[in-house]
T-cell receptor, first 114, second 114 residues
Framework: AQSVTQLGSHVSVSEGALVLLRCNYSSSVPPYLFWYVQYPNQGLQLLLKYTSAATLVKGINGFEAEFKKSETSFHLTKPSAHMSDAAEYFCAVTTYSSASKIIFGSGTRLSIRP | EAQVTQNPRYLITVTGKKLTVTCSQNMNHEYMSWYRQDPGLGLRQIYYSMNVEVTDKGDVPEGYKVSRKEKRNFPLILESPSPNQTSLYFC?????????????FGPGTRLTVL
């Protein structure tokens, strides 16, 4: 069975600062990993996904994530935070054999200070 | 416009009164799924459907029913709601039942059971 852990339920950064949201996964087989973003009062939308191709994945709005098998991590980064990045971010994992099911992390709320 | 719609968006009901939350997608997607979102727990999968007349349990199916009689619709039924089903519910769909497919989420239904 797979699982995902997001470290930090709330992260606050200054506008223009680096954004780093942490995600660690557990899976006995090669995982497929996702980051979703949820803006206030909206559903989730996909930021980026890792599906065993390049380990550095670029997504929308300047976000990227790097798959590190040795560290079982898939941290989300953005070089310079904007006020519009304030939202909740979810890491998720699935595998080829369990493609109908996806496990989400508990979420990290990102706040941006002016 | 390609979208997933849910109705109602907000619902307050009482214990034991049967209710249905509708979900519809206009993208001809095969796969549909229901999730509940609770603070600190992220999203948990309730039921999913890989195609018409094909449904299966997710991680938290107790107290819920679903049906998939048409490809576009995937209603969630609570036959005897209880207060522990107070939550934010999301419907999602993807083109195929494939691990790499992006899920598209509806706007959510906030349910309160008194």
């Amino acid at each position: 069975a797979q699982s995902v852990t997001q470290l930090g339920s709330h992260v606050s950064v200054s506008e223009g600062a680096l954004v780093l949201l942490r995600c660690n996964y557990s899976s006995s087989v090669p995982p497929y990993l996702f980051w979703y973003v949820q803006y206030p009062n909206q559903g989730l939308q996909l930021l980026l996904k890792y599906t065993s191709a390049a380990t550095l994945v670029k997504g929308i709005n300047g976000f990227e994530a790097e798959f590190k098998k040795s560290e079982t991590s898939f941290h989300l980064t953005k070089p310079s935070a904007h006020m519009s990045d304030a939202a909740e971010y979810f890491c998720a994992v699935t595998t080829y054999s369990s493609a109908s099911k996806i496990i989400f992390g508990s979420g990290t709320r990102l706040s941006i200070r002016p | 416009e390609a979208q997933v719609t849910q109705n109602p968006r907000y619902l307050i009901t009482v214990t034991g009164k049967k209710l249905t939350v509708t979900c519809s997608q206009n993208m001809n997607h095969e796969y549909m799924s229901w999730y509940r979102q609770d603070p600190g727990l992220g999203l948990r999968q309730i039921y999913y459907s890989m195609n018409v007349e094909v449904t299966d349990k997710g991680d938290v199916p107790e107290g819920y029913k679903v049906s998939r009689k048409e490809k576009r619709n995937f209603p969630l039924i609570l036959e005897s709601p209880s207060p522990n089903q107070t939550s934010l519910y999301f419907c999602a769909s993807s083109l195929r039942r494939h691990v790499a497919d992006t899920q598209y989420f509806g706007p959510g239904t906030r349910l309160t059971v008194l």
